[in-house]
């Protein structure tokens, strides 16, 4: 009887370990998906793609910037050369539930944060996540 509890304890600590190790390896890619979100969000406000730019915004946001006016998309006939990207380097990205922030570094310029926000499976760039990152910071 002893053996078959303890046999039945070590295969719930291997469920239970493995369970974990699945999570963790299904969530784990939220830095990488993070870090890809930012960089197409620079890129896309390096090149003045403003689709692309309300395309990765949070939906509260987005629906702001597309009902400016003062926001077009660019005609790629008015552009003389391809659109410039500047080198950047994203780093300290930290998930805390359904949101992130993460810092983006430019030679020659301050670097900034970015806030995020998870939309269903999607990460998106979101201002106002930052009071609920940083409850105690001002906005």
Known sequence: MRRTFIAFGATL???AAGGSGLYFALRGGDEADIRMVVDRFVTAVDTGDSAEIVALLCP???A????NDDVAAIDPSDQLAAPITHPREIT???VVGDIASTRVSRPNQDS???YLRRDGEAWK????AKPAFHPNTPS
């Open 125 to 128: 760039v979101c201002a106002d």
């Open 92 to 94: 300290d990205v930290e």
């Open 64 to 67: 702001g910037i597309s009902e």
């Open 60 to 62: 509260e946001e987005a």
């Open 112 to 114: 900034f944060t970015l």
């Open 13 to 15: 600590v291997v469920l």
